[in-house]
């Protein structure tokens, strides 16, 4: 495959640095854990407390806050997510009565998202089963020094992947 992938170097054009084998193969199994960890988390989540992974990870945020509240657009920031996706995520679990809205007493532009005493309950409840589900596919299957390795690895990766950020772990 690599073979057929030259690049035209008569046109001065850059020619691609293309992956190798290792490479490619590891580029390939990151992809495919990246892409089916959220399904795996979000299953185990729904079956057991009916939350899915965004709305568990909204509400796991606002838990860490001081007073369980935070600035939505800051909550967006944290759960990467769009303001206006969030906005209707938010939505339902008000509805839900896991959290309240309400404008930002500091400054009314804002608005805040405040866990309830309902919602932080929710959580409570999940929180066991989902640590027991990352503990299963991520934790215990890495020595602690491959744990080690790991978030350090990933530290490098964040820091490329959103340059502007200095704590990777104030954004995870």
Known sequence: ??????GDRSTG?????WLDD???????????????LPTALECQLQQDSQLRF???????????????????SRLAVRTHSELSRLSHLMARLQARGFVD????????????A?????????????????????????IDALQPEELSALAGILSKLHARL???????????
């Open 54 to 72: 965004l709305e568990y990870y909204v509400l796991a945020v606002l838990a860490e806050q001081p007073e369980r509240r935070m600035r939505m």
């Open 22 to 36: 290792e490479q490619l193969a590891t580029w390939r199994m990151l992809m495919s854990f990246v892409a089916r």
């Open 13 to 17: 054009a850059t020619v691609p640095r």
């Open 101 to 112: 809205r309400e404008p930002d007493p500091r400054d009314g532009r804002f608005t805040l």
């Open 114 to 138: 405040i866990l309830t005493d309902a919602g932080f309950a929710q959580l409570a409840g999940a929180a066991p089963g989902h640590v027991a589900r990352v503990r299963e596919l991520v």
């Open 1 to 6: 495959m690599l073979d057929r992938m030259t």
């Open 162 to 172: 959103m340059p502007d950020h200095r704590d990777a772990a104030d954004h995870g």
